[in-house]
């Protein structure tokens, strides 16, 4: 199994501020990152896939970079809306796997 | 809309059965392969398994972890999957959802069902 390695586990941030977020696969994965944005009680919604085209609908403050095995998720200026946990996954095979998740919190 | 309905869970003691549903509805279903993950706090997220569409042949693949006690099947007249969960243990308690990706009028979607609760407990 691919094994994804997210990064940091939970993030204190101002509103406002520049968030970073970085996956790292075990394996070559070529562009198949999802990242995901999941609120307390609510099914993850997703928000970049082939690690940098965003989802219709995701504001253009979200972007995606990265190929291979390291990625990252930027948040360029981060809204109170933004508190949630994200996820990365990789879909290039079965089973599919995704990361620990980083719990964003406001400072 | 494009979207996915949830019914089935609950709470069932080791050893016993479930059966969740995924209703879709505003997308081809027939021709869409359908997904199952799940959730739980000690795990995070899981791929339970996937089920392909007729039309690329129809077969299933699975978790390690459920394989040969989950059988995922669909009625593509209802526009149903089911996850059949056999021989249920409390390492499979979470919230199980159902996903898909699919494009409709050149746009792509990527509904969730709303989950449901699995609680394996003596």
């Known amino acids: 199994d691919i094994q994804m390695t997210q990064s940091p586990s939970s993030l204190s941030a101002s509103i406002g501020d520049r968030v970073t977020i970085t996956c790292q696969a075990s394996?070559?994965?070529?562009?198949?990152l999802n990242w995901y944005q999941q609120k307390p009680g609510k099914a993850p919604k997703l928000l970049i896939y082939?690690?940098?085209i965003l989802e219709g609908g995701t504001p253009s403050r979200f972007g995606g970079s990265g190929s291979g095995t390291h990625f990252t998720f930027t948040i360029s200026s981060l809204q109170p809306e933004d508190l949630a946990t994200y996820y990365c996954?990789?879909?290039?095979?079965?089973?599919?796997?995704f990361g620990q998740g980083t719990r964003l919190e406001m400072k | 809309e494009v979207q996915l309905v949830q019914s089935g869970g609950g709470l069932v003691k080791p050893g016993g059965s479930l059966r969740l549903s995924c209703v879709a509805s505003g997308f081809p279903f027939a021709s869409t392969w359908m997904t199952w993950f799940r959730q739980s706090p000690e795990k995070g997220l899981e791929w339970v398994g996937r089920l392909k569409s007729k039309t690329s042949g129809g077969a299933a693949d699975y978790a390690a972890a459920v394989r040969g006690r989950f059988i995922i099947s669909r009625d593509d007249s209802t526009n149903t999957m089911y996850l059949q969960m056999n021989s249920l243990t409390p390492d499979d308690t979470g919230v199980y959802y159902c996903?898909?990706?699919?494009?409709?009028?050149?746009?792509?979607?990527?509904?969730w069902g709303q989950g449901t609760q699995v609680t394996v407990s003596s």
């Open positions: 996903t898909t990706r699919v494009l409709v009028r050149g746009n792509w979607f990527d509904p």
């Open positions: 082939d690690a940098s």
């Open positions: 394996q070559d994965i070529r562009n198949y």
């Open positions: 996954q990789q879909y290039d095979n079965v089973p599919i796997t």
